[in-house]
C-alpha cells in the first residue's frame, strides 16, 4: 500500500512539474504603439514575438488599459486592396519568431486613450493555455 501511495505521490508530483514547465513565455521585443492622430478611433501596436518553446503558443485575445478593446489583427492584400481583419488565435511556432508589424499581424487597439509620443503603454497578451503575460510599449510617431 505504501508503494501504491509513493508512486501514486510521484506521479502527481511529476505532473505539477510538467504543467508548470508547460506554460507558455513568450520573448517580445520592440514593443511600440502608434501614436494615434487627434480623434482616431483605433491605432496599431507592433513588435516581434519569439516562441523559444518547444510547442506552439497560441495568442488568443489581448488587453490594455489605454483602450476601450484591443483585437487580433492581420492584414492582407486581397484584389489589389489591403484588409485588416480579427483573427480569434495568432499561432506563434516553436522555436520561431512572428512579426507583428504594418501590413501584417498587429494589435488594434480601439478606443484608444490620449497617447503621445514617449508614453509607455502596458499590453497583456492571453495565451492559448490560460496564462497571460504583460509587457510595455513606448508609443512612437508615425
Request: hydrophobic share 45%; glycine share 10%; with cysteine.
Amino acid at each position: 500500500m505504501r508503494r501504491v501511495l509513493a508512486a501514486m505521490a510521484c506521479a502527481l508530483l511529476a505532473g505539477l512539474g510538467l504543467a508548470s514547465a508547460a506554460a507558455a513565455e513568450l520573448e517580445i521585443t520592440d514593443p511600440w504603439v502608434a501614436e494615434p492622430p487627434p480623434g482616431a478611433m483605433a491605432t496599431g501596436a507592433f513588435m516581434v514575438v519569439r516562441n523559444p518553446g518547444d510547442a506552439d503558443v497560441r495568442i488568443v485575445g489581448a488587453s490594455s488599459a489605454a483602450c476601450r478593446r484591443t483585437e487580433l489583427h492581420r492584414t492582407r492584400i486581397e484584389g489589389g486592396m489591403a484588409r485588416m481583419k480579427s483573427q480569434p488565435e495568432i499561432v506563434v511556432p516553436a522555436r520561431e519568431s512572428l512579426a507583428f508589424e504594418r501590413g501584417s499581424y498587429h494589435l488594434m487597439l480601439i478606443g484608444p486613450e490620449t497617447l503621445r509620443a514617449g508614453d509607455e503603454v502596458e499590453i497583456t497578451l492571453e495565451l492559448g493555455d490560460g496564462s497571460k503575460q504583460s509587457f510595455g510599449a513606448e508609443v512612437r510617431k508615425r
